[in-house]
């Protein structure tokens, strides 16, 4: 759920829904970052890229909210893969930017270019786009949780006891990249993702991804309905004046109603203070780890939802569920085998299947 389906475009068109984002170490001085779109793809979903979307990691050097330095995904005209009419291949580009290219448009240095499906290897980087498992494990109960939240002004501290995982045995399509670090920067960086649509308009920014589960917890209030919408068509650097009332407000009540802090007021502020601006801190060449006490990166086995609704309640929360982790790999691209139509057996589709977007060529 981490970001699933958290904006009205990205239920019309999955491939625009920025579903995960992921940064961790690699082997020999080196960095992967990884993004999930396509939430259920399979079944609520096809399995292509958006050919007018621009799929960015984008990262700040220095402190300011601010990128320095993005890699930029762009992906062609989709193909069938053989006889089959319901997975496809495309082409894709990966660009490096700096400077001004780095905060708009596709501009860049190439690094590599390959198709769907495959590893694609070019000296010392790695990337690969295509299906793979969802990692990410939400308890059902979270609506509850945030229902009673709003409706009955309480914490129900038995809301998460349901232990079902409405994320398990699904698909998503992975995007990712492996470089070496010196391409990114050096030391403690702060990094965020983005699709965009840039094609004959000017780019508009769809989604944005930095801290799991922000929108979902912090900026889910039922009567401000357009928060999710304004976060994720605007940048890091305006979070603090934006969203941090909001966020704060939010902990602060969570707090209050779960009778864990002494000054809400105050620990509001804290959280505020910690999720704003919406950036993924990493010190790189270190293991990563996403946890109550400290971001470091996110490796795919983190388990963010314990972390993000312990941040929000200051209570204690292990729900029970976790990342399958049996579907990490300790080798690029680190995401195991997509489960299979027998794997699925039973497990209806979490939306209207979606179309493949006009102009696709398919």
């Known amino acids: 759920m981490s970001h699933h389906f958290d904006i009205r475009l990205a239920k019309e068109d999955p491939s625009l829904n920025l579903c995960d984002f992921y940064l961790f170490e690699g082997p020999s001085g080196k960095t992967v970052m990884a993004m999930t779109v396509n939430p259920d793809v399979g079944l609520s979903a096809p399995d292509t890229l958006h050919p007018e979307g621009l799929y960015a990691f984008r ?57 769907t499906g495959s590893v694609v290897t070019a000296s010392d980087l790695r990337a690969y786009v295509g ?21 009955d002004r309480r914490y129900d501290a038995n809301a998460l006891l349901h232990q079902q995982n409405p994320f398990a045995k699904r698909n998503v399509t992975a995007i990712v990249l492996e470089v070496p670090s010196e391409l990114i920067g050096e030391g403690k960086i702060h ?14 920014q769809v989604s944005r991804w930095g801290l799991p589960m922000v929108t979902h917890i912090f900026l889910s209030d039922p009567s401000d309905p357009e928060a999710r ?44 203070e910690r999720l704003c601006p919406n950036t993924l801190p990493y010190e790189l060449g270190t293991p990563a780890a996403f946890g109550v006490g400290r971001f470091n990166g996110r490796a795919l086995g983190d388990d963010a939802m314990d972390v993000m609704l312990t941040l929000a309640t200051n209570t204690p929360i292990a729900d029970g569920l976790a990342p399958d982790r049996g579907r990490i790999r300790e080798d690029f691209p680190y995401y195991g085998a997509p489960f299979k139509a027998e794997e699925q057996a039973g497990v209806r589709p979490m939306l209207r299947p979606a179309k493949i977007p006009a102009g696709s060529g398919v």
């Open 229 to 272: 919408e304004q976060f994720n068509a605007s940048v890091p650097s305006e979070d603090f004046e934006r969203f941090a009332k909001s966020i704060a407000d939010l902990a602060e009540k969570m707090a209050t109603y779960a009778g864990s802090a002494s000054n809400p007021a105050e620990y509001g502020r804290q959280i505020a």
């Open 59 to 115: 990262f700040d050097l220095n402190g300011d909210a601010r990128e320095e330095v993005t890699f930029k995904f762009r992906f062609g005209t989709p193909r069938h893969r053989g006889e089959t009419e319901h997975t496809h291949i495309q082409p894709f580009e990966v660009r490096r930017a700096t400077g001004d290219d780095a905060l708009r448009g596709d501009g860049g240095q190439t690094l590599v270019e390959g198709e």
């Open 191 to 204: 990094a965020w993702v983005t699709i965009s649509l840039f094609g004959h308009a000017p780019e508009v």
């Open 131 to 151: 299906t793979a498992p969802d990692v990410f494990a939400a308890n059902a109960g979270f609506r509850t949780l945030m229902s009673v939240f709003y409706n």
